[in-house]
């Protein structure tokens, strides 16, 4: 039987003779007669005919006909499978659907708030650690100084990018001139519009899981997801449903609530669900006002190795090998090398990937895929081939990761033929290759032969208790080989104890082994003891450790002592201390007849709005609040994180970069006549860089009370609207025509707007107090 088409049912009285044709109509529509609160457009015919177009007509939640123009009208009486109704009396249009012919509305569970643009401040940061030894070959004399060094992390930054810096120095106990050695200079700029990254200088190149990155001297362009912290890349399930009537939905990610919303009615799908990677349960509730309940479940597998359909991550970079990393400040190849990875999500369960690289007399390239085995796991397959001095060569590789009862096994090969060469080996020869022809090859920096893993992690009877056991065998692109086998079991005891043991051995190398038990006692909220023994075979011995963890608020502190016996008889303490400025450890240690003290000052110094700051470590953002006055407390994320100082300035550390932080001042602390316009912000800094927050403040010099009368000396209303000339906000005239007005000139004109009767203006002069205290100005209005 053909499914009937659509038919529009008007009252008695809905086409009068006398009505022009054709008549606009503004309608409230209802679905499944209830209402949708929203209101379309018709146009009706002389005939009856309702024509609406065909966006309202999604908008309002039923689905247009197929073939329908995106800007057209849609003759409400070739909808098929849909009963119309409209009811004049009312003004109403009623729709009577199914599933089917509904629009299925979208709930996005990560809904993003309008968030301010990314803001880039410009100054300098330099990250220190400072670190003093003392040492002496007898453990009952006082140590001698021996040396300093220092670690400097720099970075300087503004709207075109930022320039980091990091160098190691040396000073030796002659206290002769410092020597300096230089890590990594680097310049990187991000742009969140492309999701993209750009870097020049020291970097390391990209890759996948079956190839090796090194460290090169060049330039990169790479994908950065990292620019959209709400941004969800890799595939998440879809839940979908109906709800007859009006209802709530709520969600439950593995016994917790992930989202919560309402629907009208109708078919709806959730998506963008914040959820874990690995094997989860989501739970689908639909509650209507009555307290029925449909409830539907639902099993999935989550991991980051997959990319959401149609994502595409990249990098592609090209530069100059670097060696001897730590050791010298430039030591780069003569030859150039380049390198490209991609990965695309080509649906949920398929991820592509690819690599290559390549330089002079050398390329390499691959192809793989990870691919999701449903609710159970993820596997992946790849292949490479190479052409190099050396010959030609390939590689393959798999791995398979399976989540099952509780079961989480894990297994990964990887094989290499002939002469298969990277980058990464290419380079290090080059390095070597002298050295290399005059001794008896014995090392190959090529990728491993073979290598086999499998790891097996086994839930146990009892709460909280683990057992994990893995076999790796290793052959060496030279041929040696070694088969290492390790397992772990760990246990909740009493007292919020857990006692564990580790073992590891070398099949192969019967020398090789060694196993660790040991027991930790939480003795409070950041304090806790370890004893434990192990065996090796280098000897046993016993240790005996206990710690208090130093916090990350100024004023905190910590502490640690530790006692061995057997291998190594000895003892070490060592206590730190926060500060607002830097943390400060000092330590000392005594073992076989040798004893050592160590001191050490970790902090950093920022440069910003023409002040100097002293503060903590920083290895994100960074915020310079501008209070106007000293003494105002400083929030971050409704915490209290510090406080002005004498130029009304504070910092504030431990910034997230791209996402937003919200940056407020206690207008508690603000003198009386002080007046700021705002006392909370939200900001989004960029490049692991400063903001500068400005918030405002009027410490009365422009700022007055304003008392305005009318001609005959009345007080103006309550209520009127006051607009200061040069002003962009009104003010409001409260109780005995008093209102504050800031910004105040030498010479100022105000114009006044009661809810009844005439405006009226003045003109007056203004001259603060002088004094610290608000000024009080009569001002006639006329």
């Given at each position: 039987m053909p499914e009937a088409a659509a038919q529009v049912v008007p009252a008695l009285d809905a086409v009068p003779a006398e009505a022009a044709f054709p008549a606009d109509l503004q309608l409230e529509i209802f679905i499944n007669e209830t209402s949708t609160g929203l209101i379309a457009s018709l146009r009706q015919e002389a005939n009856g005919t309702l024509w609406m177009p065909r966006d309202q007509l999604h908008n309002v939640g039923i689905a247009p006909p197929a073939g329908a123009a995106a800007d057209g009208l849609v003759p409400l009486d070739a909808l098929t499978g849909i009963h119309v109704r409209y009811d004049e009396a009312t003004q109403a249009l009623h729709f009577t659907a199914g599933d089917a012919q509904r629009v299925r509305k979208m709930l996005d569970a990560r809904r993003r708030a309008e968030t301010p643009e990314p803001q880039r401040g410009t100054g300098a940061l330099v990250n220190y650690t400072l670190f003093a030894n003392f040492n002496e070959n007898a453990w009952d004399r006082v140590p001698s100084y021996t040396g300093a060094s220092g670690l400097f992390d720099s970075?300087?930054?503004?709207?075109?990018?930022?320039?980091?810096?990091?160098?190691?120095?040396?000073?030796?106990?002659?206290?002769?001139?410092?020597?300096?050695?230089?890590?990594?200079?680097?310049?990187?700029?991000?742009?969140?519009e492309r999701l993209a990254t750009y870097r020049a200088g020291d970097l390391v190149t990209s890759g996948v899981s079956w190839s090796r990155p090194l460290r090169v001297g060049g330039a990169q362009m790479s994908r950065n997801f990292g620019l959209r912290p709400d941004l969800v890349t890799m595939p998440v399930p879809l839940l979908s449903g109906s709800a007859a009537v009006p209802s709530t939905v709520d969600v439950i990610v593995n016994n917790n609530r992930a989202f919560s919303d309402k629907v009208l009615g109708g078919p709806f799908q959730i998506s963008n669900l914040p959820i874990q990677s690995g094997p989860g349960q989501a739970r689908v509730v639909v509650r209507d006002v009555l307290g029925r309940e449909t409830v539907q479940d639902v099993s999935f597998y989550a991991t980051p190795r997959l990319l959401a359909d149609g994502l595409l991550d990249y990098s592609v970079e090209a530069g100059f090998a670097r060696s001897s990393f730590g050791l010298r400040s430039w030591d780069y190849d003569d030859t150039p090398i380049a390198s490209a990875t991609a990965r695309y999500g080509l649906n949920d369960w398929l991820t592509l990937e690819s690599h290559g690289e390549g330089g002079t007399d050398f390329i390499n390239g691959g192809l793989g895929g990870v691919f999701g085995l449903g609710r159970f796991g993820v596997g992946s397959l790849a292949a490479a081939a190479s052409n190099s001095g050396e010959g030609v060569g390939a590689q393959f590789a798999g791995t398979v990761q399976i989540e099952l009862g509780g079961w989480v096994a894990q297994f990964r090969t990887q094989r290499t033929l002939g002469d298969y060469d990277d980058a990464a080996s290419v380079t290090d020869r080059a390095r070597f290759r002298d050295e290399l022809a005059r001794h008896t090859r014995t090392w190959d920096p090529r990728p491993a032969k073979a290598l086999d893993q499998a790891a097996l992690s086994i839930p146990m009877p009892f709460d909280g208790t683990s057992l994990n056991v893995s076999l790796t065998r290793l052959e060496e692109a030279n041929g040696k080989t070694s088969t290492l086998v390790e397992g772990t079991y760990s246990r909740p005891l009493f007292g919020g104890s857990t006692g564990f043991i580790s073992a590891h051995a070398d099949i192969e190398d019967g020398g090789r082994y060694?196993?660790?038990?040991?027991?930790?006692?939480?003795?409070?909220?950041?304090?806790?003891?370890?004893?434990?023994a192990q065996s090796s075979g280098q000897g046993t011995s016993l240790t005996a450790d206990a710690v208090r963890y130093l916090g990350s608020a100024?004023?905190?502190?910590?502490?640690?002592?530790?006692?061995?016996?057997?291998?190594?008889?000895?003892?070490?303490?060592?206590?730190?201390?926060?500060?607002?400025?830097?943390k400060l450890s000092v330590g000392g240690q005594a073992r076989d007849g040798y004893s050592e003290v160590t001191a050490e000052v970790e902090g950093a110094v920022g440069f910003m709005a023409g002040d100097v700051f002293f503060t903590n470590r920083i290895d994100d953002a960074f915020a310079v609040v501008d209070a106007g006055v000293p003494g105002v407390d400083v929030m971050h994320e409704n915490r209290v994180i510090g406080r002005t100082g004498r130029s009304g300035k504070a910092l504030v550390p431990e910034l997230r970069s791209w996402d937003t932080n919200e940056i407020a001042i206690d207008p508690t602390n603000l003198p009386l006549q002080t007046f700021v316009s705002e006392t909370r912000q939200k900001i989004v800094p960029a490049e692991s860089g400063g903001v500068l927050v400005r918030f405002g403040s009027d410490t009365g010099a422009t700022s007055a009370l304003i008392v305005l009368r009318g001609a005959?000396?009345?007080?103006?209303?309550?209520?009127?609207?006051?607009?200061l000339d040069g002003a962009s906000e009104p003010a409001i005239v409260g109780y005995d025509g008093e209102t504050f007005l800031s910004g105040l000139k030498p010479s100022n004109t105000l114009s006044v707007h009661p809810g009844i009767g005439e405006p009226c203006a003045a003109h007056f002069d203004f001259k603060p107090e002088g004094n610290g205290t608000i000024a009080r100005r009569e001002v006639i209005c006329q």
């Amino acid at each position: 039987m053909p499914e009937a088409a659509a038919q529009v049912v008007p009252a008695l009285d809905a086409v009068p003779a006398e009505a022009a044709f054709p008549a606009d109509l503004q309608l409230e529509i209802f679905i499944n007669e209830t209402s949708t609160g929203l209101i379309a457009s018709l146009r009706q015919e002389a005939n009856g005919t309702l024509w609406m177009p065909r966006d309202q007509l999604h908008n309002v939640g039923i689905a247009p006909p197929a073939g329908a123009a995106a800007d057209g009208l849609v003759p409400l009486d070739a909808l098929t499978g849909i009963h119309v109704r409209y009811d004049e009396a009312t003004q109403a249009l009623h729709f009577t659907a199914g599933d089917a012919q509904r629009v299925r509305k979208m709930l996005d569970a990560r809904r993003r708030a309008e968030t301010p643009e990314p803001q880039r401040g410009t100054g300098a940061l330099v990250n220190y650690t400072l670190f003093a030894n003392f040492n002496e070959n007898a453990w009952d004399r006082v140590p001698s100084y021996t040396g300093a060094s220092g670690l400097f992390d720099s970075r300087v930054f503004s709207s075109f990018g930022t320039l980091s810096q990091t160098v190691v120095g040396r000073v030796e106990d002659d206290f002769n001139v410092p020597a300096f050695k230089r890590l990594d200079t680097s310049w990187s700029y991000s742009d969140p519009e492309r999701l993209a990254t750009y870097r020049a200088g020291d970097l390391v190149t990209s890759g996948v899981s079956w190839s090796r990155p090194l460290r090169v001297g060049g330039a990169q362009m790479s994908r950065n997801f990292g620019l959209r912290p709400d941004l969800v890349t890799m595939p998440v399930p879809l839940l979908s449903g109906s709800a007859a009537v009006p209802s709530t939905v709520d969600v439950i990610v593995n016994n917790n609530r992930a989202f919560s919303d309402k629907v009208l009615g109708g078919p709806f799908q959730i998506s963008n669900l914040p959820i874990q990677s690995g094997p989860g349960q989501a739970r689908v509730v639909v509650r209507d006002v009555l307290g029925r309940e449909t409830v539907q479940d639902v099993s999935f597998y989550a991991t980051p190795r997959l990319l959401a359909d149609g994502l595409l991550d990249y990098s592609v970079e090209a530069g100059f090998a670097r060696s001897s990393f730590g050791l010298r400040s430039w030591d780069y190849d003569d030859t150039p090398i380049a390198s490209a990875t991609a990965r695309y999500g080509l649906n949920d369960w398929l991820t592509l990937e690819s690599h290559g690289e390549g330089g002079t007399d050398f390329i390499n390239g691959g192809l793989g895929g990870v691919f999701g085995l449903g609710r159970f796991g993820v596997g992946s397959l790849a292949a490479a081939a190479s052409n190099s001095g050396e010959g030609v060569g390939a590689q393959f590789a798999g791995t398979v990761q399976i989540e099952l009862g509780g079961w989480v096994a894990q297994f990964r090969t990887q094989r290499t033929l002939g002469d298969y060469d990277d980058a990464a080996s290419v380079t290090d020869r080059a390095r070597f290759r002298d050295e290399l022809a005059r001794h008896t090859r014995t090392w190959d920096p090529r990728p491993a032969k073979a290598l086999d893993q499998a790891a097996l992690s086994i839930p146990m009877p009892f709460d909280g208790t683990s057992l994990n056991v893995s076999l790796t065998r290793l052959e060496e692109a030279n041929g040696k080989t070694s088969t290492l086998v390790e397992g772990t079991y760990s246990r909740p005891l009493f007292g919020g104890s857990t006692g564990f043991i580790s073992a590891h051995a070398d099949i192969e190398d019967g020398g090789r082994y060694g196993l660790f038990a040991g027991l930790s006692i939480p003795l409070g909220p950041s304090t806790s003891a370890y004893v434990g023994a192990q065996s090796s075979g280098q000897g046993t011995s016993l240790t005996a450790d206990a710690v208090r963890y130093l916090g990350s608020a100024p004023g905190d502190y910590g502490w640690r002592v530790r006692a061995a016996k057997g291998q190594v008889d000895g003892g070490s303490a060592a206590v730190s201390y926060r500060t607002s400025a830097a943390k400060l450890s000092v330590g000392g240690q005594a073992r076989d007849g040798y004893s050592e003290v160590t001191a050490e000052v970790e902090g950093a110094v920022g440069f910003m709005a023409g002040d100097v700051f002293f503060t903590n470590r920083i290895d994100d953002a960074f915020a310079v609040v501008d209070a106007g006055v000293p003494g105002v407390d400083v929030m971050h994320e409704n915490r209290v994180i510090g406080r002005t100082g004498r130029s009304g300035k504070a910092l504030v550390p431990e910034l997230r970069s791209w996402d937003t932080n919200e940056i407020a001042i206690d207008p508690t602390n603000l003198p009386l006549q002080t007046f700021v316009s705002e006392t909370r912000q939200k900001i989004v800094p960029a490049e692991s860089g400063g903001v500068l927050v400005r918030f405002g403040s009027d410490t009365g010099a422009t700022s007055a009370l304003i008392v305005l009368r009318g001609a005959d000396g009345s007080p103006v209303p309550v209520g009127s609207t006051v607009l200061l000339d040069g002003a962009s906000e009104p003010a409001i005239v409260g109780y005995d025509g008093e209102t504050f007005l800031s910004g105040l000139k030498p010479s100022n004109t105000l114009s006044v707007h009661p809810g009844i009767g005439e405006p009226c203006a003045a003109h007056f002069d203004f001259k603060p107090e002088g004094n610290g205290t608000i000024a009080r100005r009569e001002v006639i209005c006329q």
